[in-house]
């Protein structure tokens, strides 16, 4: 997963540009807060750039807004490709992350709970560690 310059750039100043929801879900979120995971806002993740991640889990957590709504098959296919490349995608709406933090932070606590039965499986080729999920 090679991130270009002009990728990592445009993460970099996007992330200094929150929403009210990711604003609100970076709170629980950051430092290790949120159940001990680790999590990064705002990621390159190949030519993509992810709301959040934690990477040890191979979790992703999109925030969609209401232009989202327009970008249905565009969304699906991002997501199918993330799922392709090893992660777990979890999709939220700003609307439900501001009205019910409490309900969303449940969400993502399942989706870390069965993220946990997740291993890193070797690949002899490179001799790195590829996060597999285990069905």
């Known amino acids: 997963m090679t991130v270009d310059a002009r990728t990592r750039a445009y993460a970099k100043a996007h992330g200094s540009s929150q929403t009210q929801a990711e604003q609100r879900l970076c ?30 889990l191979a979790l992703i957590i999109e925030l ?21 490349e090893g992660f777990k995608v979890l999709r939220l709406w700003n609307d439900e992350v501001l009205a019910r933090t409490d309900v969303v932070l449940e ?5 870390v709970a069965s993220s946990e039965t997740l ?10 560690g590829e996060i597999k999920v285990r069905n």
Do not use: C, W
């Open 27 to 56: 709170y629980h979120l950051r430092a290790h807060r949120f159940m001990g995971v680790k999590s990064r806002r705002e990621k390159p993740i190949g030519p993509r750039i992810v709301d959040f991640v934690a990477v040890e």
């Open 64 to 84: 969609d807004g209401g232009q989202h709504a327009a970008q249905e098959t565009a969304d699906a296919a991002r997501t199918a490709v993330l799922e392709h």
């Open 107 to 111: 969400q993502i606590r399942m989706a």
């Open 119 to 128: 291993s890193p499986n070797p690949s002899p080729a490179s001799g790195r």
